[in-house]
């Protein structure tokens, strides 16, 4: 379970996020939206640990980030856009060091089972540098999934993956909340949304626009219009523009 | 520790990784051949000279003695230390890579332990840069004991000199958190040493001077292992180092100072910067996010090259532009003509001496520049698939590329001859006939000439890219190795002999016209003669290496050559 209260991350006197309170219960995938500069990565690197909060409180699978990072960064996995390997670990190796990280006692049996889920076993004993972009966002999926953790974040988990690798990435996440992970996904891609979600939270601004599930969003902006996409509620929650 | 094991297997497994693929590399014969260029390099240039004495490691030993060596390294090291706290902007933090914040910052690692693993990590870079200055230095051949006390001596100082980078950090990052922008505290810095050195110059007038050896005690505790005369004077001398060493690690870990973000934002501008070095801007200083003003105006009626000339310049450094060179032009006339004015201070002797270093400048950038000023095909490879796209032929490309180096070579070379036509005034008329109208003959002459000089010498490795691509790709390994210094030492002899073989029609057809001419019309008049089929061999040079190479560049299989 992810918990945030009263989130604010202020970079000098700009509060990149203001008061942000939301729940992901375990098996939800909750969809984070908004535009450029909402505030929505540095949401999500808040609620990794990966920089520090201003004022608030995150709780990841019930244990306070600020309190006890290691136990609650021990819960969780964070997918960056873009695929950030070592120069020269191989695949394998990059296994090893995540399991070694996460101190995943005998990792090859899971690691092996990760690297044929992701298609990429053929390619285990190669160098980032000879892996395609989708390739390398698979190992970073595969590493981030060593440890078997319940909480996730995504951020722009589809950015340079052809449309077998989209469908991929769509069934993988649905299967992980199914399997009862909670997690957070960053996108503008409102379409993978809308398949892949069972909430959303609308951000603008640093601030909460709108929240709770997909058809309590919809009804909120639809003003009792039928069949109004998500596209829609979007423009009229942020009012078309980025300010 | 599970951040100490895997900080070991990282370094191990990246170490036995990358020596083997630069060994599985070398079946590939341009890397055969770079890593048999290099290791020669290596063997002739570096080794042989310290083979068997012990060479440069000699310098340092302790029968030496702590004389004016040991002071004038503490004041180099001290001056370093203060650069180190001018220097960091406004996200100064602890350096990570990208692909470490990704796997690191999320981890189950607490902040500590995350100092902990850049501090260990900086400690391995020390003892590896240890090895490499033993080597160099020649210390791996004083045998025994004398090897593992050199080895100590550089490794103390390494370490000292980058966990001081890291207490600067955090304390500049702890200093920017309280709100001090990073020019107030460059001002602050720079008064404070400007008032130190005041007081201490009134001190040191009152007193021995001697007595103020003091203010270097850090960096000769740094240093002082070097310059141990025995094993229980280098016991001693090691001590106090490896000391220091483990004083800073202390500060560093008692500082709690929240350094993820400008560690992520300083990992993304490394990843940047290497991102542009592997697209080939080795020079690009245009600046993230900076609006650049146009050179000129593209008008609809230039022609397409001008676009070229138009692009590159404004990737060039933000400092190549009109103003700064006319404000230069202006500052080398007015002080040269002032100095040469003042015989009360050997002003004259001051110019002479400005306008030598100015031409032996000259040379060096005539020789090194087409290896810095890369915005030109080399610089635009990496885009050779667009480019290709143009409805543009290959040579008119090519040409275009060509002409912002050309442009900036030539502007600095101007700067160069105007110094050098003021300033060659050799002392006591030594030189009778080198008269002021000579000085000014020659200099024009040359002024006419360096724009197809530059653009010819620039011909040679935008060539060498068409022909040898994959060679050319090198310059984007990042990778390093004997075998990739080895391609470089290749490709730049290659340019070389190039170089002469092109100017060598022009030299003897320039020397002939002075030696024929001279008799008749006087000098002056016989180097503007030679100046004619300089520039005549120079544009039919040019004009024959881009209509040679313009359908080489039409015929560029980017897909065969280009990819890694």
Known sequence: MIEVSGLCKRYGNFPAVNDLSFVVQPGEVMGLVGPNGAGKTTTLRCATGIIPATAGTLRVAGIDLAADPVAAKRQLAFFPDEPRLFEHLTVRQHLAFAAKIYQVPQHETRAEALLAEMEIADKADQLPGELSRGMKQKLVIACGLLHAPKVMYFDEPLTGLDPLGIRRMKDTIRRLGREGAAIILSSHLLSLLEEVCTHVLIMKQGQRIAGGTLPEVVAQFSQGEADVSLEEVFIRATGGSET | ?564
């Open chain 2, 1 to 564: 520790m599970p951040v100490l094991r895997a900080l070991v297997y990282l370094r191990l497994t990246t170490l036995r990784n990358r020596v083997a693929s630069q060994l599985r590399r070398l079946r590939q014969p341009k890397y055969l051949f770079g890593a048999i260029a290099g290791a020669a390099y290596f063997w002739f240039f570096v080794f042989r000279h310290t083979a068997g004495r012990g060479g440069a490691a000699k310098a340092f030993d302790g029968a030496a003695g702590a004389g004016p060596v040991e002071v004038i390294g503490a004041v180099v090291l001290t001056c370093f230390i203060v650069l180190i706290w001018l220097m960091p902007g406004d996200d100064a933090g602890l350096t990570f890579s990208e692909a470490e914040v990704a796997f690191l910052f999320p981890a189950p690692f607490a902040r500590r332990q995350l100092i902990h693993y850049k501090l260990l990590d900086g400690l391995i870079t020390s003892f590896m840069g240890a090895v490499f200055f033993l080597l160099i230095t020649g210390g791996w051949n004083t045998g025994g004991l004398s090897v593992l006390r050199r080895l100590g001596a550089w490794w103390s100082l390494n370490a000292n000199v980058t966990l001081h980078h890291t207490v600067a950090a955090l304390a500049i990052a702890r200093l920017v958190r309280l709100g001090l922008r990073v020019t107030l505290r460059r001002v602050l810095i720079i008064a404070g040493i400007v008032l130190g050195i005041a007081a201490l110059g009134v001190l040191a007038h009152d007193r021995d001077a001697a007595s103020l050896e003091w203010l270097l005690w850090p960096a000769k505790v740094a240093m002082r292992p070097f310059f141990a005369t025995g094993a229980g004077d280098y016991l001693l001398a090691l001590l106090p180092a490896a000391g220091l060493v483990a004083l800073q690690y202390f500060i560093i870990f008692r500082m709690e100072v929240p350094f993820e973000e400008a560690s992520i934002a300083l990992a993304q501008k490394r990843g940047e910067a290497i991102a542009r070095m592997r697209a080939g801007k080795f020079m690009s200083f245009a600046g993230r996010g900076r609006v650049r003003r146009a050179p000129f105006r593209l008008g609809d009626r230039l022609p397409v090259e001008a676009a070229f000339l138009w692009k590159n310049l404004m990737a060039a450094p933000s400092y190549c532009n009109r103003k700064v060179f006319l404000g230069a032009a202006v500052v080398i006339y007015a002080s040269l003509t002032w100095l040469k004015s003042r015989t009360d201070f050997e002003g004259p002797i001051f110019a002479f001496t400005v306008a030598v270093i100015s031409v032996t400048l000259l040379a060096y950038m005539l020789l090194f520049g087409p290896q810095l000023a890369r915005n030109d095909l080399r610089g635009d490879l990496a885009h050779a698939d667009m480019l290709k796209a143009y409805p543009v032929p290959g040579w008119r490309i090519l040409l275009g590329s060509l002409l912002a180096p050309t442009v900036i070579m030539t502007a600095i070379s101007w700067l160069f001859l105007l110094a050098a036509v003021l300033g060659f005034v050799p002392p006591g008329g030594k030189i009778p006939w080198l008269t002021p109208q000579l000085r000014i003959t020659v200099g024009i002459a040359l002024a006419v000439i360096m724009p197809f000089l530059c653009a010819v010498q620039l011909l040679v490795p935008n060539a060498a890219t068409l022909l040898f691509p994959a060679w050319a790709q090198t310059s984007r390994n990042l990778s390093g190795g004997m075998d990739v210094l080895g391609q470089r030492l290749i490709l730049f002899g290659g340019q070389m002999l190039c170089l002469i073989v092109a100017l060598l029609p022009s030299v003897l057809l320039a020397g002939g016209t002075i030696f024929l001419t001279q008799w008749l019309v006087g000098l002056p008049t016989a180097i503007v003669l030679a100046a004619v089929p300089v520039l005549g061999v120079f544009t039919l040079q040019l004009c024959l290496g881009v209509w040679w190479l313009g359908p080489r560049f039409d015929k560029l299989d980017i897909s065969a050559e280009l990819r890694p």
